[in-house]
């Protein structure tokens, strides 16, 4: 490879893996206030209760979170000290794990390590990534980036489709079917999400970690990793069988093509979330607690759906 080219290619890496730490450690379950106009009624609407859809996360944006004061919340983790209200707690951490009985604790023996690279990753994301993000929706059009959205979410069609399948979930593997179909031919290229919007066929969140979970495979110990963000020991198994199953992998004319392309799809999918983050900070009194247990809990959730 040229040297040229090998640098950019670096570049690119660099800018994708920050995205994704964004998603995972900057409480990607933030709000999102959608002020902009309005797509037509064949793309999903951005509200109150908008979900950004990826191949890791979906994410709930609510907005108006209250203050009060600090109270006790059970957590995954034990007890920890909040200052929410309960109830907007709840509401917080319903779309993730649905009921909390039952979530097995999530062990974290490098947790020295662990907090270290956190901290390490935040610094990245305020400096580096936050404002490449935020110059990014300040240029692309709201309507635009929801589009870009749907066609990322349509192209993973061939991840979600081997995950039901492994999980024996024919419902979901006919959905995935039928929406891949439609908005591929009626939606542009998946641009618009016809399936959805025209006849209500919902997407599916569905990935290979998931799989593993479903049959049983324990999620191993937590890890923070260097630019990617919180993890577990089978979800980076799982992301290294999603990579090989992405179009990207197979389709783009090279690697740094295939990073690039990654990257667009990040920054993107970054763009609905990043007004919030500050203030979801703000509101926790362990920052590192926090993302763990809810990126736990969102993690249960998806593999007991």
Known sequence: MRIMEFIKLGRSFLLTGLFLFSLFSSFS???????ESRMPNFVADVGNDFFVQTSEVTIKLEKSTPRSTSLPVETAQGTVWSSQD???????????????????????????????MFGVNETIYDNVLEPVVRGYRDTVHENLRIGIKNIFSNAMAPIKLVSSLIQLDFEKFGRVILRTLINTTFGI?????????????????EDFDQAMGYHGIPTGPYIVLPLFGPSTA????????????????????????????????NVNDASFIVDDKKQLEDS???????VRDFYHQYRHGLVKK
Do not use: C, H, Q
Request: charged fraction near 25%; avoid cysteine; aromatic fraction near 12%.
């Open 29 to 35: 379950w933030a709000g999102v206030t959608a002020n």
């Open 234 to 265: 089978r979800n980076i198994v799982g992301r290294a069988a999603d990579s090989f199953m992405s179009p990207t992998f197979y389709f783009a004319p090279s690697t740094a093509a295939s990073v690039g392309i990654a990257t667009e799809e």
């Open 284 to 290: 926790a009194l362990d920052e590192y607690e926090s």
């Open 86 to 116: 309960p109830e907007v707690y709840e509401d917080l951490e319903d779309p993730f794990a649905g009921n909390e009985k039952g979530i097995p604790i999530l062990t974290d023996p490098l947790e020295g390590y662990n907090r270290w």
């Open 189 to 205: 290229g998946g641009i618009a999400d016809v399936a959805g919007e025209e006849y209500k066929i919902d997407d599916v969140n």
